[in-house]
């Protein structure tokens, strides 16, 4: 029994580092209301510099330790807070998640741009020295991160209710905006909050890396675990997040002695923390509906069905083009690109339209492509089985989670992909561990479409349709509804909508979408894998579609190029691509539509400068300005009202103050 | 009464960790009358709304509409039953065109996501009724608030409602507004729909409202016709903080320091209970 026990201290290493991490993605969130997704990844880059100071440049250990916790960390803790963060929390979910998304892709690839790939050995604290109780040992490394995960409890307690700060801390997670009144400076509470919050992520990622390794990924993916120790105390509530990690740590140590080795089940050890987030999100107490929200979001305008078909037939003119003069390995780039954005697409329609945040779409995908390799049926019926069977997932992963929104949602779907990546996606029934599954390409009619260029253009003719169908979709009864419901869900209640059904199928729609373009990748390439759909690359995914322009289509195409470039490309165009993306992810604070919203603006002022002129110039051709307005299509849209307005914003909507929506 | 009641709250108790918003609240609005719920801010109006359309579960206590106990029924099967409100803190679809709220209402009313087409004339109907047309083209988040409050109710008429709940539709509404929108009031009551109002416009309580019922500190403190709630020594002293036939003991525990200044007075036009009142309708 005294060895069990004694083992059970020991155990609790793993809790405690996960505890420290926990704590400072807790205690920024609850000050800030700013979820701070590249939390790990601050952890990662600096327990890199906490390497580079002890090894590399050879500083004592303490004197590496001390510059890092308490110079560079706080340093960055507030350069984020006074450049980036502030005034993120009142922004809607997918803002303020998208800006910590890119701060993670950023670290990533800081790291990778500093710290070349090598080999590179975290050396544990006072490495050698152990101690022994009963017939257990503990390593000195173990023991320091118990006692600072004890000292870290401690210190933030004392914090939080014995000094002025910590008292204000605490008062600026209600209200920021009384805390001014009454004399308080919430900037300066949101500084120290982001400032401990990264020094904490710094000592979690310090402690971890020498049981992980100077992993950039690895690293920064722990901090799954912390999430699910925060999400046990709602984000907000220290203890229990410090109870979490403790029971986390003792779960996964334990986990691995009782549970199979064999089968589906071996790999459960591994996905044991996003199981546990999953569960206590599903877990969490229903969320009343909140009335009186400020409401209202300016979208970029919405074209007419005519001319999205032009620019529908535009684009695949030029597909046709590229098609017949590109490379087979730029083809294959193409085609990517066109699986990139279809399921940009699938975004589209549920974070931009429904206002829902899923970090789970290239897991979709991956059903779809899976499915589509599985069927052996590389035609038509095929690829609309996979669809269907993506979007059955999608509706499964949805009805748990009906109650949750905001930010519990895109946790529990981040949960959800990364169970399915590690459990069904490399098991042997599946892909296997990393194994790939021979795919056929597409057959339409019975004719196989066997060249490359054909392929990518088809492709590209799936993605024209699937975006009037969502331009269709959303001109229409469901688009309206969609807009309504992000609006208030209060009044669509007490109008009579029964909401849990319509996001059910809002979320199998989107995810057979994903599923459709995972199908038409695994035939492209002819064979795929689980890494193709790896959980973490919905965070890019996310972050580019957000970016970019997650209210249109415009913006779905160029986050497709966007996400090929960062998987594929060179360096040199990868820096030019973190710059438009650093650029974007802060310009959203002012206008959540991206950088496709400003290109149509840069498109309107243009036609208003030089329109007049060049059509003064040209000879009028009968019914080239009316035509659009004449179609059926344009007239149908005129007869049902209301949506002209939409077409042709007022110039004071472009101004107008994006409201936040809530959570 | 006489009649059947539409609508019945029964000795309903919200509680908020330590307050007490509502405290065994009982009352009842009936089908072709309009029912007024006045009282001081904080007394618990809203609450009692959100437990009659579903928004907030009670701590206890009971509601029954049209004849069924409703206490586990979601908000949107309340609203398929007849049942429609609109907000004090507006909840107009602000993206949308007042055309388009109103459209989204009907599509939602006709189930089937619409395949049953609302003709334009439905939709520009309501809008006309309410008088709103002039705003159909409009974003509904850049409308003036007493028009984006006639907007949720033409959503709410779209819906064909048996019983509407109204809170504070008047604010915003300019004099010969709010007397257009009595009238309205009166009509809908004339249709035989139940109409329970929380209104701060005395004025407009006194001259529609058929019952009234008073709230005070979450407990009902007067029920009756309008000239008996506007004599009633609690009420006032409930509004005003003082009343020359209640002594300042009697009230301990129902509405004794309600802690109202003078300057909340001018918040709510409810110094007209003791000053001269409209005539009462017959």
């Known amino acids: 029994m005294s060895s069990f026990i004694a083992y059970t201290v020991f155990r609790l290493f793993s809790g405690a580092a996960f505890a420290i991490a926990a704590s400072g993605l807790v205690l920024t969130y609850s000050t800030t209301r700013v979820f701070n997704v590249a939390h790990g990844a601050f952890g990662m880059v600096l327990a890199f510099v906490f390497w580079d100071f002890s090894v590399r440049q050879g500083l004592p250990t303490w004197l590496a330790l001390v510059l890092v916790l308490f110079v560079v960390a706080p340093a960055i803790g507030w350069f984020i807070q006074r450049f980036v963060a502030r005034g993120l929390g009142e922004a809607p979910v997918s803002v303020s998640l998208v800006v910590t998304v890119a701060l993670l892709v950023g670290c990533i690839g800081f790291a990778t741009y500093v710290y070349k790939p090598e080999v590179r050995t975290a050396v544990p604290f006072l490495a050698g020295t152990q101690f022994t109780i009963g017939d257990a040992t503990i390593t000195a490394h173990q023991l320091i991160t118990i006692l600072a995960s004890a000292v870290v409890a401690a210190g933030l307690w004392a914090l939080l209710t014995r000094t002025r ?21 919430p900037d300066r509470v949101a500084s120290l909050a982001w400032m401990i919050g990264i020094s904490l992520a710094a000592l979690g990622g310090i ?162 492509a899976l499915a589509y390799c599985k069927l052996g049926e590389p035609n038509l019926y095929g690829l609309m089985v996979s669809a269907l069977i993506a979007a059955g997932v999608g509706a499964l992963v949805a009805l748990p989670v009906l109650r949750l929104t905001g930010l519990y949602l895109a946790l529990a779907t981040l949960a959800f992909a990364s169970i399915m990546d590690k459990m069904i996606f490399q098991s042997d029934f599946a892909f296997g561990y990393n194994g790939t599954l021979p795919a056929g390409r597409l057959s339409i009619l019975g004719n196989s479409i066997s060249s490359t260029g054909g392929y990518v253009f088809v492709m590209a ?55 459709l373009a995972g199908g038409l990748y695994a035939g492209l390439r002819e064979t ?136 | ?80 039953r007849g049942m429609g409100r609109t907000f004090q803190r507006l909840e107009a679809f602000g993206s949308l065109t007042v055309r388009e709220n109103v459209r989204v209402a009907h599509d939602i009313h006709q189930g089937l996501l619409g395949l049953v087409k609302p003709s334009k004339s439905d939709v520009d109907g309501l809008l006309e009724r309410v008088g709103i047309s002039a705003y159909a083209q409009e974003r509904a988040d850049s409308i003036p608030t007493g028009t984006a409050r006639l907007l949720e109710l033409a959503r709410c008429l779209a819906g064909d409602p048996k019983l509407l709940l109204l809170d504070e539709p008047s604010s915003g509404l300019d004099e010969s507004e709010t007397d257009a929108f009595g009238e309205l009031l009166r009509d809908l009551a004339a249709e035989g729909r139940g109409v329970l109002m929380v209104e701060h416009d005395m004025d407009l309580v006194m001259t529609v409202c058929d019952v009234i019922h008073v709230l005070d500190f979450g407990s009902v403190i007067a029920s009756g016709q309008p000239a008996d709630v506007r004599n009633d020594p609690l009420v006032q002293k409930a509004y005003l903080g003082y009343s020359d036939d209640v002594p300042d003991g009697e009230l301990a525990g129902v509405s004794a320091g309600t802690g109202l200044s003078e300057q909340t007075l001018t918040d709510i036009p409810a110094v007209e209970v003791t000053a001269q009142l409209p005539a009462v309708r017959p």
């Open chain 1, 165 to 185: 700060i910590g008292t204000a801390m605490r008062a600026s997670v209600d209200n920021p905006e009384l805390l001014k009144l009454f004399g308080g400076k």
């Open chain 1, 207 to 368: 402690l971890l890396a020498p049981v992980v390794g100077l992993d950039y990924y690895q690293l920064t993916l722990l901090v799954i675990n912390a999430y699910a120790a925060a999400a046990l105390g709602r984000l907000t509530s220290l203890p229990l997040t410090f109870v979490g990690a403790m029971g986390l740590g003792l779960i996964t140590s334990f986990a691995p002695q009782y549970l199979p080795s064999e089968g589906m089940l071996g790999q459960i050890d591994n996905i044991l923390p996003a199981l546990f987030l999953f569960a206590v999100l599903i877990a969490l107490p229903q969320a009343q509906l909140r009335v009186g929200q400020v409401k209202g979001i300016v979208s970029v305008p919405l074209p007419s069905i005519t001319k999205a078909g032009a620019w529908g037939a535009g684009l695949l003119v030029l597909v046709a083009l590229m098609a017949r003069s590109f490379t087979e390995p730029n083809l294959l780039l193409l085609g990517t690109v066109a699986t990139f954005a279809m399921v940009m697409l699938s975004l589209v329609l549920l974070t931009g339209y429904g206002g829902h945040v899923s970090l789970a779409q290239f897991t979709f995908a991956g059903v779809g």
């Open chain 1, 461 to 515: 003719v799936f993605f024209v349709v699937m975006s009037i169908a969502l331009l269709v979709l959303r001109r229409g009864v469901l688009g309206r509804l969609l807009i309504a419901m992000r609006d208030s869900p209060a009044a669509c209640g007490t109008l009579g909508l029964d909401m849990r059904w319509f996001r059910v199928g809002l979320f199998a729609l989107s995810a057979g979408m994903a599923g």
């Open chain 1, 528 to 663: 795929t894998g689980a890494a193709d759909y790896e959980f973490f690359k919905s965070l890019p995914l996310l972050l580019l579609a957000v970016v970019f322009g997650v209210t249109s289509i415009t913006g779905a195409a160029m986050g497709g190029v966007g996400l090929m470039l960062l998987f594929n490309s060179t360096t040199s165009t990868q820096s030019i691509l973190f710059i438009v993306i650093a650029v974007g992810a802060v310009l959203l604070g002012r206008n959540p539509n991206g950088v496709a919203s400003h290109l149509f603006r840069l498109g309107r002022w243009g036609e208003r400068q030089l329109g007049p002129r060049i059509r003064s110039r040209l000879p009028v051709l009968p019914g080239q300005s009316s035509a659009e307005d004449a179609s059926p299509a344009a007239l149908a849209v005129v007869d049902e009202g209301g949506e002209q307005a939409a077409e042709e914003p007022a110039p004071r909507a472009e101004t107008r103050e994006v409201a936040a929506h809530g959570t």
């Open chain 2, 1 to 80: 009464m006489g009649r059947d009641a539409l609508l019945e709250v029964d000795d309903v108790v919200v509680r908020f960790g330590g307050v007490t918003a509502v405290n065994h609240a009982s009352f009842v609005a009936e089908a072709g009358r309009v029912t007024g719920l006045i009282g001081p801010n904080g007394a618990g109006k809203t609450t009692c709304f959100n437990v009659i359309s579903g928004l907030q579960r009670p701590t206890s206590g009971k509601v029954r509409f049209d004849g069924r106990g409703l206490t586990h029924t979601p908000v949107h099967r309340r609203a398929k």
